[in-house]
């Protein structure tokens, strides 16, 4: 098992890791990217962007789907659909912890297949409202246990 390597830094320019990358990070079910680190994937790499909206308007675009968006040589966005709409409801924040579960799954077989890093921040765990404790818990086990390299940046 691979552990989770930590870095203070900025995810979308992660000079440490080497070779191929693929950045996560948790959208929406709205197909909004308007604040964090989704507004600044979609201010570097426009097309990012502009393929989740498209994405938006498809069948697949659901709880715990995954659209990989190849932005450079060697980086592809994950856009993971984790977060049920914007803001808490009734005081249950946005994130949903079983579709975040299975996006993980889902960039753990692109990773190996291309044998890719992953990096992001700490996902889920800003706006979508989530709980840090809980997200590693799902990085190690659908990550880090499957031998994938892992990179979490902290601004």
Same mark, same amino acid.
């Given at each position: 098992?691979?552990?989770?390597? @930590?870095?203070?830094?900025d !995810?979308?320019?992660?000079?440490?890791?080497?070779?191929?990358k693929?950045? $996560?990070h $948790? =959208?929406?079910d *709205?197909g909004?990217m308007?604040a964090?680190?989704? *507004?600044?994937?979609?201010k570097?790499w426009? &097309? !990012?962007?502009?393929?989740?909206?498209?994405?938006?308007?498809k069948?697949?675009?659901?709880l715990g789907?995954?659209?990989?968006?190849?932005?450079?040589k060697?980086?592809?966005?994950?856009?993971?659909i984790?977060q049920? &709409? *914007?803001? @808490?409801?009734n005081?249950?924040?946005?994130?949903?912890?079983?579709a /975040?579960? &299975? =996006?993980?799954?889902? $960039?753990?077989? $692109?990773?190996?297949?291309y044998?890719?890093?992953?990096?992001?921040?700490?996902?889920?765990a800003?706006?979508?409202?989530?709980?840090?404790?809980?997200?590693?818990?799902?990085i190690?086990e659908?990550l =880090?246990e499957?031998? /994938? &390299?892992?990179?979490?940046?902290?601004?």
């Amino acid at each position: 098992m691979k552990p989770i390597t @930590y870095f203070s830094g900025d !995810a979308l320019n992660p000079l440490e890791v080497k070779g191929r990358k693929i950045i $996560v990070h $948790v =959208c929406n079910d *709205l197909g909004v990217m308007g604040a964090g680190i989704a *507004l600044a994937i979609r201010k570097k790499w426009p &097309s !990012a962007y502009d393929d989740y909206v498209k994405w938006f308007k498809k069948d697949d675009f659901k709880l715990g789907n995954v659209q990989f968006v190849k932005v450079d040589k060697e980086t592809v966005v994950a856009n993971m659909i984790g977060q049920k &709409s *914007l803001g @808490y409801t009734n005081g249950v924040p946005p994130i949903r912890y079983d579709a /975040v579960g &299975s =996006c993980l799954k889902k $960039v753990a077989v $692109v990773a190996k297949k291309y044998e890719a890093s992953v990096v992001g921040p700490k996902i889920g765990a800003g706006l979508a409202g989530g709980k840090w404790e809980e997200i590693e818990k799902l990085i190690i086990e659908n990550l =880090c246990e499957q031998d /994938v &390299s892992v990179y979490i940046y902290e601004l």
